[in-house]
């Protein structure tokens, strides 16, 4: 099924998708994952080979997102999925694979791992990054390539708050911890720096940029609202019932207590 189950799409096949397969002109397709499981496809438009298009598209898309490729365990990628695996599986085998590679010095490992989007900060259980094992190993090209490169942090702790810089000093290799203390004083005194050459910015408010606008139209004059004592009121409403006597505020309504007082 490998090598002859695709007519003469075969070679191809086994190429791109890498797992074995057997196609039939009724336009259905057996698909063979080892060891997982088997998928039946059917699908009736034919190819100039007499395959299944979508057929042999479904094969190609599947190997793109899942691990299941013969050579997809030939190197370590975290672009594929592995059903296989549990998460926690998966994430201990890049801890291994990259504190290893820090620590056998293995430069072209890191710049792999770099390159597919690894993440160089993992630790294990004792909080240990590849920049403690290179440090403490005295691999400086592989410290200088976490650091510059890969911009990890140049001072993480572990389970004992020692740095890469500590474990340097400790196992004798003084070049390397010079050269992190030097690079962090460096990374430090540019901060000012990269923050005064950024441009003077307004500030923004929910997404405008907010400016301050005075008015210059008159203020209305300040009123006082102390409350009258009820001797001021009782003053001003026998005011209000003479001069409606009188007959000057004829405009005024009267008030309920004025109008019980006359029914009275």
Same mark, same amino acid.
């Given at each position: 099924?490998?090598?002859?189950?695709?007519?003469?799409?075969?070679?191809?096949?086994?190429?791109?998708?890498?797992?074995?397969?057997?196609?039939?002109?009724?336009?259905?397709?057996?698909?063979?994952?080892?060891?997982?499981?088997?998928?039946a496809l059917w699908s009736p438009p034919l190819d100039g080979r007499s395959n299944s298009v979508?057929?042999?598209?479904?094969?190609?898309?599947?190997?793109?997102?899942?691990?299941?490729?013969?050579?997809?365990?030939?190197?370590?990628?975290?672009?594929?999925?592995?059903?296989?695996?549990?998460? /926690? *599986?998966?994430?201990?085998?890049?801890?291994? $694979?990259?504190?290893? %590679?820090?620590?056998?010095? =293995?430069?072209?490992?890191? #710049?792999?791992?770099?390159?597919?989007?690894?993440?160089?900060?993992?630790?294990?259980?004792?909080?240990?990054?590849?920049?403690?094992?290179?440090?403490?190993?005295?691999?400086?090209?592989?410290?200088?390539?976490?650091?510059?490169?890969?911009?990890?942090?140049?001072?993480?702790?572990?389970?004992?708050?020692?740095?890469?810089?500590?474990?340097?000093?400790?196992?004798?290799?003084?070049?390397?911890?010079?050269?992190?203390?030097?690079?962090?004083?460096?990374?430090?005194?540019?901060?000012?720096?990269?923050?005064?050459?950024?441009?003077?910015?307004?500030?923004?408010?929910?997404?405008?940029?907010?400016?301050? /606008? *005075?008015?210059?139209?008159?203020?209305?004059? $300040?009123?006082?609202? %102390?409350?009258?004592?009820? =001797?001021?009121?009782?003053? #001003?409403?026998?005011?209000e019932e003479e001069d409606y006597d009188s007959g000057e505020g004829s405009s005024v309504p009267?008030?309920?207590?004025?109008?019980?007082?006359?029914?009275?």
């Open positions: 099924m490998y090598t002859t189950g695709m007519n003469d799409y075969s070679g191809q096949f086994a190429f791109h998708v890498g797992l074995p397969a057997k196609s039939s002109i009724s336009g259905a397709i057996m698909l063979v994952i080892p060891n997982v499981m088997g998928i979508r057929g042999v598209q479904f094969c190609t898309e599947l190997v793109k997102t899942f691990n299941f490729h013969n050579y997809d365990n030939l190197r370590f990628t975290q672009r594929k999925l592995d059903p296989r695996k549990m998460q /926690v *599986e998966n994430k201990a085998h890049q801890v291994v $694979l990259t504190l290893f %590679s820090a620590a056998n010095g =293995d430069l072209t490992a890191l #710049s792999r791992f770099f390159l597919q989007g690894v993440d160089l900060t993992v630790a294990d259980y004792d909080r240990r990054t590849p920049l403690h094992i290179a440090s403490a190993e005295g691999h400086l090209n592989c410290v200088k390539f976490l650091v510059e490169k890969a911009r990890v942090p140049c001072r993480p702790v572990d389970r004992w708050n020692n740095t890469p810089a500590d474990d340097a000093r400790y196992h004798s290799h003084p070049e390397i911890a010079d050269y992190l203390e030097n690079w962090d004083m460096k990374r430090v005194s540019s901060i000012p720096q990269q923050l005064s050459s950024l441009p003077a910015q307004q500030p923004v408010t929910n997404g405008h940029t907010h400016l301050k /606008v *005075e008015s210059h139209e008159p203020k209305p004059p $300040l009123v006082s609202h %102390s409350p009258k004592s009820r =001797d001021g009121y009782e003053a #001003s409403q026998s005011e009267r008030s309920p207590s004025i109008m019980s007082k006359e029914i009275r």
